[in-house]
């Protein structure tokens, strides 16, 4: 969890983020809500059906997978030691049908693991249920 912003000083490198990058954690955060660590991955190009794209899509989620069951989470951070955990992918338009299909299989897959998985798709007319930034409910 870092502490700065794409403007900062710091020595690190701002990589890029989203899923044509999987080397790193889009957001990472402790859900106050569920309690839940969660994990979100953003795609804000359009489903082009590629298999580049999902190929990048399934190397992003091996990625977080590996952050979260190789010990790499709790030995930076120990006190989300215990809490359950889900991936979100946020994308900017409904995913096409084969990342639907490939989305599908991720998720029984997590499921074994007892790692949750959702699809947030962005709304045209706001943010989503019971939002009011531009026209939602």
Known sequence: MSDCDDNCACEH???????????VIDMFALDGRTDQVLLVMKEERPWDGSDLRLHE?????????SFLLDGEMIAEHP???????RIELHCAEMPDESAIELLGMIHDQLALQEIGMEVVVADANGCGSGCSCQGGD
């Open 79 to 85: 006190e989300i030691s215990g809490k359950s955990a």
């Open 13 to 23: 490198d701002h990589a890029a983020t989203g899923v044509a990058n999987p080397a």
């Open 57 to 65: 899509l399934q190397e992003k989620f091996n990625a977080y997978v």
